[in-house]
């Protein structure tokens, strides 16, 4: 089953403008990934962000971590046209889950031209 | 560097046959993960590789399996295909796991049709 919930599941916006996309998850965590996906393709790491951190900025995106409400928040500003994707939060536990990731459902964001 | 390679990219199989996926790790990354992807059911994942020991196997039957050779590459094979498994079958490699965090990078994926 999956440890996250995403939110929204899907967003359309035009080029320019901000994309928010939600993210939570149920159980203590070592970190939470970001991940966008294109279509059918492999998974491209975007940023990661330990459970002792707040906000990690990276380019246009910012990732803020809220582990009191056991959630997370991606911003891409001035999105483009090649921003669209499938966007998926990734949560990692404690060590003795070694690398495993539980990924949330996704968030299908589209940027019109 | 080169990135996480898999092959076959894209295959057809007959229910009851038996599947093997390869995946390279960019090289001096010691831990492989594998995960499958399905629109009803996410990303799942399905087992870990590190220095050739299975260190975590998520919850698919036994008809899922996996090992790492000595050179850090990964195959995992399914037994007894099912109309279920089609799936994209998603691998990932990282230095390592424990203590220390380290980003997963993942391959393009194998895209496996089971008819």
């Known amino acids: 089953s999956q440890q996250g919930e995403e939110d929204p599941q899907a967003l359309s916006i035009q080029e320019g403008e901000n994309a928010t996309m939600n993210c939570s998850y149920k159980?203590?965590?070592?970190?939470l990934q970001w991940y966008r996906q294109n279509s059918g393709r492999g998974l491209v790491h975007l940023i990661l962000?330990?459970?002792?951190?707040r906000e990690k900025h990276s380019g246009r995106l910012r990732v803020t971590l809220d582990t009191s409400k056991k959630s997370s928040s991606l911003l891409i500003t001035a999105s483009r046209a090649a921003d669209t994707a499938s966007y998926f939060c990734?949560?990692?536990?404690?060590?003795?889950?070694?690398?495993?990731?539980?990924f949330g459902e996704g968030t299908q964001l589209t940027v019109n031209p | 560097k080169a990135g996480v390679t898999q092959t076959p990219r894209y295959l057809i199989k007959t229910r009851g046959q038996q599947v093997t996926l390869s995946c390279s790790p960019i090289?001096?990354?010691?831990?492989v993960s594998w995960y499958q992807q399905t629109p009803g059911q996410g990303l799942q994942f399905l087992f870990e590789?590190?220095?050739?020991?299975?260190?975590n196997k998520g919850n698919f039957p036994g008809r899922f399996s996996g090992r790492q050779f000595s050179n850090s590459r990964s195959e995992m094979n399914v037994s007894t295909l099912e109309l279920g498994d089609s799936a994209l079958y998603l691998c990932?490699?990282?230095?390592?796991?424990?203590?220390?965090?380290?980003?997963?990078?993942f391959g393009p994926g194998t895209r496996l049709t089971v008819t």
């Open positions: 990932a490699s990282s230095l390592g796991a424990g203590q220390v965090t380290y980003e997963q990078y």
């Open positions: 990734a949560t990692r536990m404690g060590e003795t889950s070694g690398s495993r990731l539980t």
């Open positions: 090289s001096g990354h010691r831990s």
């Open positions: 159980t203590s965590i070592n970190n």
């Open positions: 590789y590190f220095s050739e020991t299975q260190r």
């Open positions: 962000i330990r459970s002792n951190e």
